[in-house]
């Protein structure tokens, strides 16, 4: 198993570009979320989703866009990249339908944005 | 709405000393209760998890926490640090009932002098 994968493990953009951050999951685990994690901010709640063709909104969602057309992958879309988004991105999965299930996190994406 | 209080950005200790990083949550009825490590430019991982079968739960790397429902509090505890602990500690919590979103403490960077 590779667990959670995510690509890339860095990216530096220019203000206004737009890009993806991949993350895939080999566990068969119906959720997936992505957070972002500033310094003394600990993690934050992007997005979720709680099986394929399922996403909702978490905490701060502004900016971000994500969709779930299959089990496995749970890309992550910045539209028109802002320095606020300068960030460390990690991506989790688990199994859902127990609230005590372990989420397993990806490595994470470092992005910068000029 | 929860929230998770972990008191100390950062915590120093002399290796060989007890480790105690401090978790408090907010609600009113126990949720499922989680501490994850995270060592530099790495991911999360899971140390241990409060599910309600017990109120002390051991962990990995000879980490445990104990629940309190009194004192609404789960700290994490270690006897005797080693260097190798130093790393990024985070709390986090998740409602019963709820989708499966963990909220996440702030964190707290453990430091370990020789």
């Known amino acids: 198993n590779a667990g959670v994968t995510q690509t890339p493990k860095f990216q530096v953009l220019k203000t206004g570009q737009s890009m993806t951050l991949q993350c895939a999951q080999d566990m068969n685990h119906e959720y997936m979320s992505w957070y972002r994690q500033d310094p003394g901010m600990g993690l934050r709640l992007i997005h979720y989703?709680?099986?394929?063709?399922?996403?909702d909104q978490g905490e701060v969602p502004n900016g971000y866009n994500v969709s779930r057309s299959t089990t496995e992958d749970f890309p992550l879309r910045l539209l028109s990249a802002a320095p606020s988004q300068t960030s460390v991105y990690f991506c989790?999965?688990?199994?859902?339908?127990?609230?005590?299930?372990?989420?397993?996190f990806g490595p994470g994406t470092r992005l910068t944005v000029l | 709405a929860q929230s998770v209080t972990q008191l100390g950005s950062h915590v120093s200790v002399s290796e060989g000393a007890l480790v105690l990083l401090r978790c408090n949550y907010s609600?009113?009825?126990?949720?499922?209760l989680f501490w994850y490590v995270q060592y530099p430019n790495q991911g999360l991982q899971l140390l241990l998890k409060y599910t309600s079968a017990a109120t002390l739960v051991k962990g990995i790397n000879g980490f445990e926490a104990e629940f309190k429902k009194s004192e609404t509090s789960f700290h994490l505890t270690k006897p005797s640090a080693h260097m190798s602990d130093a790393a990024e500690y985070f709390c986090a919590v998740r409602e019963r009932g709820s989708q499966g979103n963990l909220i996440f403490g702030k964190g707290t960077k453990l430091s370990v002098k020789p």
């Open positions: 609600s009113s009825v126990p949720p499922y």
């Open positions: 989703s709680v099986g394929a063709g399922i996403t």
């Open positions: 989790a999965s688990s199994y859902f339908g127990t609230e005590a299930n372990t989420q397993y």
